[in-house]
């Protein structure tokens, strides 16, 4: 213990050393998945999931709507600066995501978007089938600004982290009956759990080799989980969080099979369904103080257009509340959940 605890200490070190000459720890971060890393690819999209208008974004760093959900960074966001990034990979379907932008890497990533490429058409969000598309029009970008060479080195060193599923059970599964007549959760986990893996293989055969993946939240505690399949009661749904959890072990399975059969491949599987729960069961430990209630509006339902500048009940400080919307957690959150990946990234660093 003592041993891990000094090379864990010493790995950090070397960390904020590196952070602090503003040269980063890997060439590259791109970035796919849902509305939990989107940064603004939604606002160029004909789709009602954005979040490019207050209150969303006032705690951020230019106290703009960006497009993120949330009032703050990322979990992604804390994990550049962590990496020794000095600007944020930019949303690709923005203006600022041509030239040199591109060359610290991109984010894909679409609100509303999931392992199932029919969430995301149901929401007219950008698919992970799609995403994975604009990723290899990027690659082709960069390697026409730096040349093939260098775009490997960038493209193999490179992390590349996606998160997913929460809209394939909440916004898609959970609310869909013709979903749950023709599959269990069970089976439904092994349709996303292939898609998974078909886009990790596809990002190998383009020569990508270090992937992050997040674990479903605890999907049950979700403030409007709760509200909406909670039956009237204020306790997070255990059969909703059993699912994340059943749906997890598959991840973390198919991640280790993965990187045994593909040589050079680093799959990391990122838990953050602890953490959140953690934060979520017992928020005073970290100094929150909020769990069941988010933020914006009446904080049991609201997010998306109905977290809006008019939505009463709005908190006027989120630092000590673990959701901002009705999904997606606090800037202050974010924080303790990036911290908590961090730990768990080493293998992608070294
Ligand atoms: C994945 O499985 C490994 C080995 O069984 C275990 O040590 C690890 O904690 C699991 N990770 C997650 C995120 O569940
Ligand atoms: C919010 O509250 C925290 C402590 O609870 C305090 O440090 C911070 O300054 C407050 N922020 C604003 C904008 O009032």
Known sequence: MGFLLSIYVGVVAFMVASVARGD?????????????????????????IKSNFPPYGR???????????????????????YL???????AYLSQDARGKNLLIGANFASAGSGFYDRTAQFYRAISLTQQLAYYKEYQDKVVSMVGKD????????????LSAGSSDFIQNYYINPMLQRTYTPD????????????????LYGVGVRRIGVTTLPPTGCLPAAITLFGGGSNQCIGRLNQDAVAFNNKLN???????????????????????????ITKPSDQGFFESRKACC????IETSLLCNARSVGTCSNATQYVFWDGFHPSEAANKVIAQALLQQGFDLIS
Not at 254 to 277: C, E, H, M, N, W
Request: hydrophobic share 40%; net charge negative; charged share 15%.
């Open 253 to 279: 399975t198919t991640a280790q099979y993965l990187k045994s059969r593909f040589p050079g491949l680093k799959v990391v599987v990122f838990d953050i369904y602890q953490p959140l729960l953690d934060l």
């Open 59 to 81: 705690d951020f760093v230019t106290h703009t709507p960006t497009g993120r959900f949330c009032n703050g960074k990322l979990a992604t966001d804390f994990t550049a600066e």
């Open 187 to 202: 089976q439904f986990s092994d349709i996303l759990i292939r898609s998974f893996s078909a886009f990790v293989q596809n």
């Open 24 to 48: 980063p720890l890997v060439p590259m971060l791109c970035v796919f998945g849902d509305s939990v890393v989107d940064v603004g690819n939604n606002n160029h999209l004909n789709t009602l």
């Open 150 to 161: 260098s775009a490997n080195t960038m493209f193999s060193g490179g992390i590349h982290l």
């Open 297 to 300: 509006g009446t904080g049991t």
């Open 84 to 90: 020794g990034f000095d600007s944020y990979p930019p």
